[in-house]
């Protein structure tokens, strides 16, 4: 299959014109951050949490909203972490809801009809620890996302699109080395956009808003264009294997001195993962391949520095029509057609290329984790029986909730409830259940000396910090002797 790239050379910025047609019909955006106890997506834990609602027209129409988390024992807050936040977890501990209330009122802003959640880099930190935070609660972990007329957005790719496609009108903050820097707090001083407190989460929701004002005033356009990728039917279109046409992504993955822009093009959707299309850099030479064995091929694919990108598309990928692209941009970025052109050409004759990555993506090698908790992707969905009992455990009393622990088809379900059961109700604990409970915290905890480390860390991040900072962290050590206290008691 051959397309034409001469075309590029005609674009205006109204390229982006025909797109604004497709924008959702939402009711408003809930913006939203977290602070949590580190930067692990997986095991961190988060304790407080901030929103603020607006209409589509990004005014306020509620106050602003904000919760404290009661810390898990389990999982201690990381000296890092507590370095930035600045948060003190003895007052968390006595101010703050237990995780399943907690929960339960971030899921109902989240489930309003017609909302679109969004936030800052929300779409790979904060929605994946709650996703954690649903699944650990025996809660839908996806269907808040797409329920009601629901949506989720980031506003940190339309800003990098922004920079690398349409610059003008926004003031680009730099780092030392020259490069731009992508933080909320450097582009909000940047724009004179007021960041009180940054890390506070509430502060960083309404700097959120602030900037997102400022893109969708100086770039209107890409500003509505980058709300219809909301839609997963909308990046299959722009990304659909079947055409094989060159697609303009805004992406980490790409090189940072090229504004993280770059051309691929769409080879095929992942066997295994239904939202993923597997794609390949046309920044790299392609020739490789023909001369490559099935085992490098693999190795290539599976590498982090791979020329193929795999792209889920319910992740809200920015991707373009190559049209977005006018002449500046081109020349800026060194982009050559006619290679371009090319290597297309070679892929789509590259003989039995689709196949070869589907034989290769198929060969499920994933080792899953034993822990329940840590099959939020690997142990699959729960049947409807399942979720239907997970319903009404949120809805009964803590004495009844052992009842269920025998009902589930699933094999996660029983040590998951036991758990859930201890972190919010230890109250309806027996003597034998505490003291498993008690164990498991222990283990977690004397896991690679982690209260020893932790401790270590923050004497050593006091030696240089300024009084207000010495002073959390000597709260931050009280609070490690509290728990390791609880757990021994």
Known sequence: MRISLNYVFEATHTNLNCYACQIMNDKNFFWYDLETTGADVEQDRAVQFAGIRTDSDLNQ???????????????????????????????????????????????????????????????RFDDEIIRRLLYRNLRDPYAREWQGGNCRWDLIDPMRAAYALRPDGIEWPKKEDGSVSFRLEDLARANNVLHENAHDAL??????????????????????????????????????????????????????????????????????????IICYDLSCNPHFIN????????????????????????????????????????????????????????????????????????????????????????????????????????????SSLKYFSDKFDDPRLKEMLFRYICRNFPQVLEETELDLWKTFVRGRLE???????YRAEAKQIMEGADLDTQQVFRQLLKYYDYVEGVVQE
């Open 447 to 453: 896991s690679g000396r982690l209260i020893d480390r």
């Open 61 to 123: 129409i509620e106050e602003g909203y904000e919760l404290f988390c009661r810390p898990s024992l389990e999982r201690l807050p990381a000296p890092q972490a507590v370095a930035i936040t600045k948060l003190d977890y003895l007052e968390l501990v006595k101010k703050s809801s237990r995780e399943s209330e907690f929960c339960r009122l971030i899921l109902k802003e989240f489930t309003r009809d017609g909302t679109c959640v969004s936030g800052f880099n929300n779409i």
């Open 203 to 276: 502060s960083d929701v309404r700097a959120t808003i602030g900037v997102a004002r400022v893109l969708k005033k100086a770039q209107p356009k890409l500003f509505d264009f980058s709300l219809t990728l909301r839609k997963k039917l909308n990046v299959s279109s722009i990304l659909d294997p079947k055409k094989r046409q060159p697609v303009v992504l805004i992406s980490t993955k790409l090189k940072r001195w090229k504004k993280n822009l770059g051309l691929i093009v769409p080879l095929t959707y992942h066997p295994l993962k239904a939202n993923n």
């Open 291 to 398: 001369e490559s064995s099935d085992e490098s091929l693999l190795e290539d694919l599976k590498s982090d520095s791979s020329v193929f990108i795999e792209i889920n598309i319910s992740r809200v990928p920015f991707v373009a029509p190559v049209s977005v692209l006018d002449r500046e941009t081109i020349a800026n970025q060194e982009l050559d057609l006619q290679l371009i052109q090319e290597r297309i050409d070679f892929l789509n004759n590259a003989p039995k290329l689709s196949e070869n990555i589907l034989q290769i993506f198929s060969q499920d090698n994933y080792q899953v984790d034993p822990d329940p908790e840590n099959q939020l992707y690997s142990g699959g969905f729960f049947n409807p029986k399942d979720r239907e009992m997970m319903d009404k455990i949120s809805e009964s009393e803590p």
